[in-house]
């Protein structure tokens, strides 16, 4: 009796097992085809750690304390103190944070949900910043790589509807309206600013073409923020620090008013594309001009760094351990963590207003509905 009850239950406890081992092996890569994969494009506000792998100097480079001291409570690479856009994204679609592209040991499980291609400091145009950075095109090059591989694991049929049913987030630009202000660029000195924009929305548009020729159908977009009233740019004028930087406001500016046109335009031309556009550049303006509205107390001043405003880009002595730099007591206070990147809770601010936003803020799709037509589709 005793032993026929040992029995039985040794065969249930068999069978569970081995229902549960064959739908783990069944299919390394199963989890991707059930999901909404989610696949990151851009700089340094969705980079989670690409830079840690490149040839770059240390300014590029956040993998150094205290970067990452809100919980993560490591510097994972990320340039803020804690999560970045994508992560909280990432979140609210249940799926686990995605990897950048370059982490070491990436074996196939690692892609399983998507991965990050975005590198601080990247630009749209290959003449920005050149060697410090992944430049969108070669974001766009890594992506056919994983592509390869998941079409050797899963076919050729199944990898395009897994690409079909992803979502792509890209934030791009900035660094390129920046770059010629600082260095001498003679894609910028032998244009005029209005076609140096079209080129920055040109090499970018041809890249969302790439990805939708690949299969994508689901795109994220920030249009690009206002960086020209972070406080590494309220400090560019030593005789007056506080104003912003209106050489580059000025691109940001054209970048904006022309970038939503061709969004339209691709979605006329191209069958089944979809996007959700977030007016990053408001929402990041107004938190800079009424703070205590959003629940800050500081949206112009960082929380690491030296100087007036600390927006010396000294955070974590990235410059080197001569200089010193000053972190303040409560991060939750400021908008900035550094000289031009936001904190965590400024990212979830921002995140949130992408994920579900009212058509006015985010449109005509938010991100929400996006990874919902992934479920029906
Ligand atoms: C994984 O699953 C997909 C879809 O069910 C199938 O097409 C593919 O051949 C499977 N791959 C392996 C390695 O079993
Ligand atoms: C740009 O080039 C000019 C002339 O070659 C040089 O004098 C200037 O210092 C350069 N500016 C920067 C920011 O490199
Ligand atoms: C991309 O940028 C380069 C300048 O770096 C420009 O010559 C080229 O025309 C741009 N491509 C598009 C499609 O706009
Ligand atoms: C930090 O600031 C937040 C918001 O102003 C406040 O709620 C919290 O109590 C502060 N924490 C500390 C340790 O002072
Ligand atoms: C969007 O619309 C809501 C009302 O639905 C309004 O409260 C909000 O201020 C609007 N936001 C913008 C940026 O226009």
Known sequence: MENSRLV??????????????????????????????????????????NNNYIDTISSFRSNIWPYGQTTFKF????????????????????????????QPNNGNVQFTYGVNFASAGAGALVGTLPGMAINLGTQLNNFK???????????????????????????????????????????????????????????????????????????????????DCAPNSLIR????????????????????????????????????????LHDYHTSLSERINNPSKYG???????????????GINTCGNRLGPSQGYELCENVTDYLFFDSSHLTEKAHQQIAELFWSGPPNVTGPYNLKTLFELGLTN
């Open 75 to 102: 510097p994972t690479g990320r340039v803020s103190n804690g999560r970045l856009i994508p992560d909280f994204i990432a979140e609210y679609a249940w799926l686990p944070l995605i990897p950048p592209n370059l």
């Open 237 to 276: 004028d030593r005789t007056k620090i506080g104003s912003c930087f209106k050489p580059a406001a000025e691109l940001i500016d054209m970048h904006n008013k022309k970038f939503p046109n061709v969004l339209k335009r691709l979605q006329h031309e191209l069958s089944g594309f979809r996007y959700a």
């Open 8 to 49: 039985r239950l040794i065969f249930f406890v068999y069978t569970i097992t081995l229902s549960i081992g064959s739908i783990n092996c069944r299919n390394n890569t199963n989890l991707i085809t059930n999901q909404a994969a989610l696949f990151v494009f851009g700089d340094s506000l969705f980079d989670a750690g």
């Open 145 to 227: 790589d994983v592509e390869k591989k998941l079409r050797s694991e899963l076919g050729d049929a199944e990898t395009k509807r897994v690409f079909s049913r992803a979502v792509y987030l890209f934030h791009i630009g900035g660094n390129d309206y920046f770059y010629p202000f600082s260095a001498n660029s003679s894609t910028f000195q032998s244009n005029s600013k209005e076609k140096f924009v079209d080129f920055v929305i040109g090499n970018t548009t041809s890249v969302i073409e790439e990805v939708y020729k690949m299969g994508g159908r689901k795109f994220g977009f920030l249009n690009v923020g206002a960086y």
């Open 296 to 310: 800050f107390k500081e949206g112009k001043k960082a929380c690491c760094g030296s100087g007036p405003l600390r």
